[in-house]
């Protein structure tokens, strides 16, 4: 079985701040650059043909869009901490959604509702994290990521947790 998850890897101007604030928060920094998830981790035997067959039918139709990242929230659940999409949020739902049907239905993961994000660190300490997220906001409360999403990423993650792109597909 091979370990995969479908995802955009944003490319914005001042990525270097999130890579910033990942240095210092982000255990997976690493392992794979700034993303946002559309098909979770998830274990499977298909091959890169009928994976890459399935994305190309579920995204037709569709074509490139903007996005805009700002502000910090997260999950005091298992700590993680978001970046939070704030432009480009309903297209990035109807392709998580799209993804999440035919042979890939069965992956979906129905425990907590969806919104697109691009996590920035974990912090297990409840209390640490609220005060990070809270100075996260304070310190970056003007700042804005743009950017236009054009491409999918087929992503394998080896054992190591290392992110290798399988395929990338073009939008539109």
Same mark, same amino acid.
């Given at each position: 079985m091979t370990?995969?998850?479908?995802?955009?890897?944003?490319?914005?101007?001042?990525?270097?701040?999130?890579?910033?604030?990942?240095?210092?928060?982000?255990?997976?920094?690493?392992?794979?650059?700034?993303?946002? =998830?559309? @098909?979770?981790?998830f274990?499977?035997?298909?091959?890169?043909?009928?994976?890459? *067959?399935? +994305?190309?039918?579920?995204?037709?139709?569709?074509?490139?869009?903007?996005?805009?990242?700002?502000?910090?929230?997260? =999950?005091? @659940?298992?700590?993680?901490?978001?970046?939070?999409?704030?432009?480009?949020?309903? *297209?990035? +739902?109807?392709?998580?959604?799209?993804l999440y049907t035919g042979i890939l239905a069965g992956e979906l993961y129905n425990e907590t509702p969806y919104f697109p994000h691009i996590t920035v660190g974990q912090i297990k300490d409840l209390e640490k994290f609220s005060s990070v997220v809270k100075k996260l906001n304070e310190e970056f409360k003007t700042e804005e990521f743009t950017c236009l999403i054009d491409t999918l990423y087929i992503e394998t993650i080896d054992k190591n947790q290392n992110s290798i792109v399988e395929a990338k597909l073009t939008l539109g």
């Open positions: 370990k995969r998850s479908i995802i955009f890897f944003p490319k914005f101007d001042n990525q270097a701040l999130i890579n910033q604030i990942r240095s210092k928060y982000d255990p997976l920094i690493q392992e794979i650059a700034p993303h946002i =998830s559309l @098909v979770f981790p274990d499977s035997d298909l091959t890169t043909e009928e994976l890459t *067959e399935h +994305i190309t039918e579920s995204i037709k139709g569709t074509t490139a869009f903007k996005v805009k990242f700002k502000s910090f929230s997260g =999950s005091a @659940v298992d700590g993680f901490i978001f970046l939070d999409c704030v432009r480009g949020n309903d *297209e990035i +739902i109807n392709f998580h959604d799209r």
